[in-house]
């Protein structure tokens, strides 16, 4: 009779580590999603600092990759100096808003549908002359 | 052989089964997953500050007149330098003017620069004793001081030795860019 219960424990003790291990992994996703999604991003403000800013085309790119990144990326908005139109020692701002829909498990058996901001912001100076 | 010996005489021992499953799970896998989400975020904190730090730096010497590309050299006030290369370093790490954080801050506490420091002409070649790299142009380094809150299982086990933060220290440096 014990040596049933000792198997039922182990069992029990596997499931529960199993389930701690997708909790894990559910609540990491959209950390290790916003890794990428800086990676991306850093990719776009090394062209920004060489253009002053990005074109429409990159920004549509920037974009584009970014929501290809994972199902349930979207960019909401954008504020990215246009490449061209900021002088010399201007300030160039590189701003995308975003938000990544996943569903979760917030029960034994319950699947939500939650939904993560993810902001990326930062600014520089235009360290290039523009040539009228 | 011991441990194999109390495992196989106590087969049938529920409580030693219970103890047994905490403790892997205590002892064992909440550590190591500690451990690995607190590294990842880490990265994802020096990631950040890489980008932040090299924008401000790269900002901060646009926003000086003095540079000299002919003679690779920098002829600049350190305190005009390192009031631009904060202002910008806050901006892009979301943080007050003070370096304080805001609420949408990585870090936990308050930045502090450590170094700052332009190593001019005189100094090159220089191999970077952090990185490896060999600089044979005149270069910035960096070094800040991030303070980290610790993970649910580094803070348990730094309440109990009595220490409150996480420090992280980051080094950085940047050679001067001749194009700009």
């Known amino acids: 009779m014990d040596q049933m219960v000792s198997i039922i424990l182990s069992i029990v003790f596997i499931v529960m580590c199993l389930a701690f291990i997708v909790g894990v992994l559910e609540l990491s996703t959209p950390v290790i999603l916003k890794g990428d999604f800086d990676r991306i991003c850093d990719s776009y403000v090394d062209v920004a600092v060489d253009g002053g800013g990005l074109t429409v085309a990159q920004t549509n790119s920037l974009i584009a990759d970014l929501e290809q990144l994972a199902t349930g990326v979207t960019v909401t908005s954008t504020d990215i100096s246009r490449a061209g139109t900021v002088s010399y020692k201007g300030s160039v701002s590189f701003k995308v808003e975003a938000t990544y829909s996943r569903s979760s498990i917030v029960g034994m058996i319950v699947r939500q549908t939650k939904t993560y901001p993810f902001v990326y912001q930062k600014t520089f100076a235009h360290s290039k002359f523009i040539v009228d | ?34 451990q690995i989400i607190e590294r990842h975020r880490v990265n994802i904190i ?126 950085y440096d940047v050679s001067l860019p001749i194009d700009i």
Do not use: C
Not at chain 2, 1 to 27: E, T, Y
Not at chain 2, 97 to 121: K, M, Q, R, W, Y
């Open chain 2, 46 to 171: 020096r990631n950040d500050t890489v980008t932040a730090v090299d924008l401000a730096l790269r900002s901060a010497i646009v926003s000086l007149e003095e540079y000299q590309a002919e003679s690779q050299d920098l002829a600049f006030d350190s305190v005009e330098f390192r009031a631009f290369f904060e202002s910008y370093l806050a901006k892009n790490m979301n943080l007050n003017a003070d370096l304080t954080p805001t609420d949408n801050a990585l870090v936990d506490g308050a930045v502090i620069i450590n170094e700052l420091d332009f190593h001019g002409s005189a100094e090159l070649p220089f191999t970077s004793p952090v990185t490896g790299k060999t600089y044979n142009r005149p270069y910035f380094s960096v070094k800040l001081r991030l303070i980290i809150a610790p993970s649910l299982y580094r803070e348990a086990i730094q309440k109990l030795v009595g220490i409150s933060e996480f420090h992280y220290t980051f080094y």
């Open chain 2, 1 to 34: 052989m011991r441990m194999k010996k109390v495992l196989k005489d106590n087969a049938g021992n529920v409580s030693l089964w219970v103890i047994g499953g905490i403790v892997v799970f205590f002892l064992i896998i909440l550590p190591v997953v500690s």
